[in-house]
């Protein structure tokens, strides 16, 4: 397990800056539609953040309860009050910033451990409270960021109409999946035994890789809501009913109780619309070919059916502009995917019972005594 460094203690301080701001965000747009009269968009905008929200906060508790397991009742009592309040995540920064301060400041030199906290113990608890934040922004991310931006699309193609509100909306989801998603590699890595370094090169390449397939997926729903809100709402539930079945099917064992397995296979499946996940850490050649290979023949069909269907919209320079980036970025997409693949992905091979993920996203393998929730979560 690589260490928790000053760094991390950073970009730990500034997700939290930037967790608020986006709470803020979401907030100041919603009124910002309630100002306008657009009462419909304000209210999906608060239903999406307050969904999401409660998803979160849901696993986030049953995460401290299964951790506290034997311990004081009194001190979930509390935990659960600050989670019924929304206010959870803020309890695991609070966590996150006491460990990862003492792992990457006081733990540094062995004559500050003590013998009750010796610097292995610090560093692996900092990096297991960073790890729970990492998997509960990936939820956050994908139940309500991407649906975001991908109504912020819409309404902007739809109406034509483009307010300084409306771009700060857009450029918070792409920051706020951009973040999601390399906290998810850089967490990977941290929890893997004997992975090099998540450094810069393949970072980059694995950003632009998922932020520019979600893209062009997203793009291309836009347009086909523009044509039918109807076929683009049947389509997505299609979408979401083939990846839960998927998940059944694969056996998941992510957590302790049935009817959390099942919110989490509905979580997972609602992931796989925009993005592929290995969820048991086996070899996913086929699947991720498949996955992609389906949305791009999907992409095409909806640029075909505007061709063949909405002929008048050709004229339409929005719909030039969105053809072109959805194709451009589709394409650019799979190919840092295949470059990624071949060159940065953190092959990891399983043990019989203590599997971490070969994944694009998350799997870890924490201790041998010690198992961690990471290692069975959604990986790539």
Same mark, same amino acid.
């Given at each position: 397990?690589?260490?928790?460094?000053?760094?991390?203690?950073?970009?730990?301080?500034?997700?939290?800056?930037? /967790?608020?701001?986006?709470?803020?965000?979401?907030?100041?747009? *919603?009124?910002?539609?309630?100002?306008?009269?657009?009462?419909?968009?304000?209210?999906?905008?608060?239903?999406?953040?307050?969904?999401?929200?409660?998803?979160?906060?849901?696993?986030?508790?049953?995460?401290?309860?299964?951790?506290?397991?034997?311990?004081?009742?009194?001190?979930?009592?509390?935990?659960?009050?600050?989670?019924?309040?929304?206010?959870?995540?803020?309890?695991? %920064?609070? &966590?996150?910033?006491?460990?990862?301060?003492?792992? *990457?400041?006081?733990?540094?030199?062995?004559?500050?451990?003590?013998?009750?906290?010796?610097?292995?113990?610090?560093?692996?608890?900092?990096?297991?409270?960073?790890?729970?934040?990492?998997?509960?922004?990936?939820?956050?991310?994908?139940?309500?960021?991407?649906?975001?931006?991908?109504?912020?699309? /819409?309404?902007?193609? $739809?109406?034509?109409?483009?307010?300084?509100?409306? /771009?700060?909306?857009?450029?918070?989801?792409?920051?706020?999946?951009?973040?999601?998603?390399?906290?998810?590699?850089?967490?990977?890595?941290?929890?893997?035994?004997?992975?090099? $370094?998540?450094?810069?090169?393949?970072?980059?390449?694995?950003?632009?890789?998922?932020?520019?397939?979600?893209?062009?997926?997203?793009?291309?729903?836009?347009?086909?809501?523009?044509?039918?809100?109807?076929?683009?709402?049947?389509?997505?539930?299609?979408?979401?009913?083939?990846?839960?079945?998927?998940?059944?099917?694969?056996?998941?064992?992510?957590?302790?109780?049935?009817?959390?397995e099942y919110l989490y296979r509905t979580v997972v499946g609602v992931i796989l619309i925009f993005t592929f996940f290995n969820i048991k850490g086996r070899k996913t050649k086929v699947c991720i070919f498949? /996955?992609?290979?389906?949305?791009?023949?999907?992409?095409?069909?909806?640029?075909?059916? %505007?061709?063949?269907?909405?002929?008048?919209?050709?004229?339409?320079?929005? &719909?030039?502009?969105?053809?072109?980036?959805?194709?451009?970025?589709?394409?650019?997409?799979?190919?840092?995917?295949?470059?990624?693949?071949?060159?940065?992905?953190?092959?990891?091979?399983?043990?019989?019972?203590?599997?971490?993920?070969?994944?694009?996203?998350?799997?870890?393998?924490?201790?041998?005594?010690?198992?961690?929730?990471?290692?069975?979560?959604?990986?790539?």
């Amino acid at each position: 397990m690589m260490k928790f460094t000053k760094q991390n203690f950073i970009f730990l301080a500034g997700g939290i800056i930037i /967790y608020v701001v986006d709470i803020g965000m979401d907030f100041w747009v *919603a009124c910002k539609y309630f100002c306008q009269g657009q009462y419909s968009w304000g209210i999906l905008i608060l239903c999406v953040r307050g969904i999401s929200s409660l998803i979160t906060q849901i696993f986030s508790y049953e995460w401290f309860k299964n951790d506290w397991e034997g311990t004081d009742t009194g001190k979930l009592k509390w935990i659960f009050l600050i989670h019924l309040f929304q206010c959870g995540i803020f309890i695991r %920064y609070w &966590f996150a910033l006491k460990y990862g301060c003492q792992a *990457a400041f006081k733990q540094n030199n062995s004559e500050d451990a003590s013998e009750t906290d010796p610097p292995d113990f610090i560093q692996r608890q900092a990096v297991n409270v960073v790890t729970d934040i990492s998997m509960l922004r990936v939820f956050k991310t994908f139940l309500e960021t991407t649906p975001q931006l991908f109504v912020q699309i /819409y309404i902007l193609m $739809e109406h034509g109409k483009y307010n300084f509100f409306q /771009y700060a909306a857009l450029i918070t989801s792409f920051c706020g999946i951009s973040i999601s998603t390399v906290d998810y590699q850089i967490s990977l890595r941290k929890s893997l035994p004997d992975k090099d $370094e998540f450094r810069l090169l393949p970072k980059l390449v694995y950003l632009f890789y998922k932020l520019l397939t979600i893209t062009s997926w997203i793009l291309s729903i836009s347009l086909i809501t523009l044509v039918s809100v109807r076929s683009s709402v049947i389509l997505l539930i299609f979408l979401w009913i083939c990846a839960f079945i998927w998940t059944l099917k694969q056996h998941t064992t992510f957590c302790k109780s049935k009817k959390m397995e099942y919110l989490y296979r509905t979580v997972v499946g609602v992931i796989l619309i925009f993005t592929f996940f290995n969820i048991k850490g086996r070899k996913t050649k086929v699947c991720i070919f498949i /996955y992609y290979a389906t949305h791009t023949i999907v992409t095409l069909s909806i640029l075909f059916v %505007y061709i063949f269907w909405k002929p008048s919209m050709m004229k339409e320079i929005y &719909f030039t502009i969105v053809s072109i980036l959805t194709v451009f970025s589709l394409v650019l997409g799979i190919i840092f995917l295949v470059a990624y693949y071949r060159h940065f992905h953190p092959t990891t091979y399983c043990r019989p019972q203590a599997c971490s993920d070969e994944a694009d996203g998350e799997a870890v393998q924490k201790d041998t005594v010690e198992t961690g929730r990471f290692q069975n979560f959604i990986m790539q």
